[in-house]
């Protein structure tokens, strides 16, 4: 099976928790990107709602050149740009909107010629995401809550893991399904029978079948699943 990937230029953020955290997806025993699950409860909600500020303190750093900090540096970063717009808050998180309203405030601050702003159109998300990726810059993909139109139940999108033949299977904890979430994706990979993008989330790296996003989205709505485009 032939891949095209279509990814970052450079390393993407990669955390060194020693012995107090190790990921499952990565063979050095670094993280791949930053996980919620490691402030506590004096961090306020970061550590239950706080992915997409998760998400938004991965793309600063790496678009900083800070790709390798330890674990302390990490999280009192994520603690310095938790506020204003990008403040996480009881029950709600940080929406999309206001998370891309924040980004421009700091992109602006780090002198990089970007705007930011949440999206809503379904068929402009691939391309949108290839664009970015070709531009080397990582893209926040969210899969929004299940409350449109009073359709509530358990489905998620499945995030897959590499099976170190080749293939893609489901990771080892409970089903693989997510929902309610913000992810950053790192690259894009085609094969000649399906697409799938790589992505980080809680300090791992998985993978998702584009046609189960479809699906999710299909089902739910783009005003929350979509992306945050950065241009």
């Known amino acids: 099976m032939t891949e095209k990937r279509t990814g970052l230029a450079g390393e993407y953020v990669r955390v060194d928790c020693g012995e107090v955290w190790k990921p499952d997806s990565t063979d050095d025993g670094l993280s791949y990107g930053g996980n919620q699950g490691w402030f506590g409860s004096g961090d306020g909600y970061i550590s239950p709602l706080g992915c997409g500020l998760i998400s938004c303190a991965d793309i600063l750093l790496y678009k900083s050149g800070r790709t390798r900090p330890g674990l302390e540096e990490y999280k009192e970063y994520v603690?310095?740009?938790?506020?204003?717009?990008?403040?996480?808050?009881?029950?709600?998180?940080?929406?999309?909107?206001?998370?891309?309203?924040?980004?421009?405030s700091r992109l602006k601050k780090l002198g990089a010629p970007h705007k930011a702003r949440w999206c809503f159109s379904k068929r402009k998300i691939l391309p949108r995401i290839r664009d970015m990726l070709e531009r080397d810059i990582p893209v926040t993909l969210s899969a929004g809550p299940q409350l449109l139109f009073g359709k509530r139940n358990r489905t998620g999108i499945t995030l897959l893991t590499r099976d170190g033949q080749g293939g893609f299977i489901l990771p080892g904890w409970r089903s693989g399904k997510v929902r309610d979430h913000y992810m950053t994706v790192t690259g894009l990979i085609e094969t000649e029978e399906r697409v799938l993008l790589e992505v980080s989330s809680w300090g791992e790296k998985y993978f998702i079948d584009w046609d189960d996003y479809l699906k999710y989205i299909n089902t739910f709505g783009t005003f929350f699943s979509n992306i945050m485009y950065i241009k």
């Open 79 to 104: 603690r310095s740009i938790s506020g204003g717009r990008l403040k996480v808050r009881r029950r709600l998180g940080v929406n999309g909107i206001s998370m891309a309203l924040g980004m421009r």
